[in-house]
T-cell receptor, first 114, second 111 residues
Framework: DAGVIQSPRHEVTEMGQEVTLRCKPI?????LFWYRQTMMRGLELLIY????????DSGMPEDRFSAKMPNASFSTLKIQPSEPRDSAVYFC????????????FGPGTRLTVT | DQQVKQNSPSLSVQEGRISILNCDYT??????FLWYKKYPAEGPTFLIS?????DKNEDGRFTVFLNKSAKHLSLHIVPSQPGDSAVYFC??????????FGKGTHLIIQP
């Protein structure tokens, strides 16, 4: 199995631009999570999907952030407009079933907003 | 407000000795705890977990201890090996869904 796939691995953009991060979960996994890692706040859960439906988006920092899961094999996290404080590593994770806390993480996307 | 705290940003241990990583939590509703390990440029990988109904769980060289009254858990690695050098995250859950992570401890195994 290829594991959780994220793209791009690195993204550098200017303030105000739209950024789209992509994630392909492990085949057969029906729960998908987006996390953000910063030095100040560590790893934070942004949003969680189960069977393609958003279950908990209370971690999404503000309206500039949106996430979609149009099908079981693809999810996007969009930031529009981006700001320098959005610079972080964004991780996607997936797991089988709901209530399974042993999540499989992708390699992350390092986002730099200048 | 950090609900899961790892107060040691880094820890250096000699190869062959025991590594002890600590984690404190404040939310008494947490009932499941996990440790994840992370190498540079990779995502975290699951290492070991423990339910609040237990006070110890062991898997090979890794043992997690839970002290509910003190809201404290620890990960013991014995003997420590060079490949154990990584960042270790403590995580906790109060529901069946989301995880709350600590900020991590960078473990360095000295030869």
């Amino acid at each position: 199995d290829a594991g959780v796939i994220q793209s791009p691995r690195h993204e550098v953009t200017e303030m105000g631009q739209e950024v789209t991060l992509r994630c392909k979960p492990i085949s057969g996994h029906n729960s998908l999570f987006w996390y953000r890692q910063t030095m100040m706040r560590g790893l934070e859960l942004l949003i969680y999907f189960n069977n393609n439906v958003p279950i908990d988006d209370s971690g999404m920092p503000e309206d500039r952030f949106s996430a979609k899961m149009p099908n079981a094999s693809f999810s996007t996290l969009k930031i529009q407009p981006s700001e320098p404080r959005d610079s972080a590593v964004y991780f996607c994770a997936s797991t089988q079933g709901r209530g399974n806390l042993e999540q499989y993480f992708g390699p992350g996307t390092r986002l730099t907003v200048t | 407000d950090q609900q899961v705290k790892q107060n040691s940003p880094s820890l250096s241990v000699q190869e062959g000795r025991i590594s002890i990583l600590n984690c404190d939590y404040t939310n008494s509703m947490f009932d499941y705890f996990l440790w994840y390990k992370k190498y540079p440029a990779e995502g975290p990988t699951f290492l070991i977990s423990i339910s609040s109904i237990k006070d110890k769980n062991e898997d090979g060289r890794f043992t997690v201890f839970l002290n509910k009254s003190a809201k404290h858990l620890s990960l013991h690695i014995v003997p420590s090996q060079p490949g154990d050098s990584a960042v270790y995250f403590c995580a906790a859950s109060a529901t069946t869904d989301g995880l709350t992570f600590g900020k991590g401890t960078h473990l360095i195994i000295q030869p």
